[in-house]
């Protein structure tokens, strides 16, 4: 359990209260692709377990999960053995984008979004151009107004959807870039990595992807010049 691997760890740093107090050795200790899903089990433990935040709040599936402040015991996660997690780095990179991508669709579709879910349906291994392709045919095509395009990094995935004449896919790591992809390129297909962002970050990001619009203006000459590289190009 993760509480035995902090005890004899030195890389994890507890305060005088027993309260967890670097998070920058924590992500260094759970970087190998398995952040998201530490995270996801961690705040279904601390749901469980009726835990509250500093301000007293109770955990939510919408709580951003910020390790600093938990005790050992709020750490203690049940559900998996933490020494497999990160001694098998990769036993989880491939469904990183799968489980992302289910949590998406029904956080959209409680919005009142219409889903077009273009893959991967299952937490087999994939490749990850094939879904860039279908979705940015999707946006292309007037299919769909927007995607979402996710893999491990969100680089991969953002490159084979570019390719795509009329696609403007951004990767974003923070709800500015989301904010700036639309109101100054006017992106269409929003690409982040699995790997990379906790869940809450990124529906944040979609949540500012998708409520903001395009400015227009001098901005809308530039996307034009833009498209005029593609349309050169694509001759």
């Known amino acids: 359990h993760i509480t035995q691997l902090d005890r004899n760890n ?25 952040q998201s899903f530490f995270d996801q089990k961690l705040r279904e433990s601390l749901i469980e377990k009726g835990a509250t935040d500093v301000y007293g709040n109770p955990y939510t599936e919408t709580t951003f999960i910020d390790v600093n402040g ?21 036993s989880y990179v491939n469904y990183a984008g799968f489980d992302y991508k289910e949590i998406v669709k029904k956080y959209l579709e409680d919005k009142g979004y219409k889903i ?12 990850y151009p094939v879904f860039g392709e279908a979705v940015g045919k999707a946006v292309a095509s007037g299919e769909a107004d927007m995607g979402i395009v996710i893999c491990g990094t969100g680089i991969g995935i953002s ?43 990124a529906l944040g990001i979609i ?29």
Do not use: W
Not at 14 to 33: E, M, P, W
Not at 76 to 85: G, T, V
């Open 10 to 34: 030195p890389q994890l740093t507890y305060n005088a209260d027993g309260v967890f107090t670097d998070t920058i050795k924590y992500n260094r200790l759970i970087d190998k692709g398995q």
């Open 70 to 90: 938990l005790t050992p015991d709020q750490l203690d996660i049940n559900m998996f053995n933490a020494n497999e997690l990160l001694n098998n780095g990769n």
């Open 116 to 127: 077009i879910d273009k893959g991967t349906y299952s937490k087999e291994s994939v490749d």
């Open 159 to 201: 490159i084979s959807a570019n390719k795509i004449p009329g696609v403007r896919a951004a990767l974003c790591t923070n709800e500015y870039m989301a904010r700036m992809a639309r109101k100054h390129n006017n992106a269409n297909v929003l690409a982040f990595g699995a790997r990379v962002l906790g869940i809450d970050v």
């Open 207 to 235: 949540d500012q992807f998708f409520n903001t619009e395009f400015e227009g203006g001098r901005h809308e000459r530039r996307v034009n010049l833009i498209m005029d590289i593609e349309k050169e190009v694509c001759r």
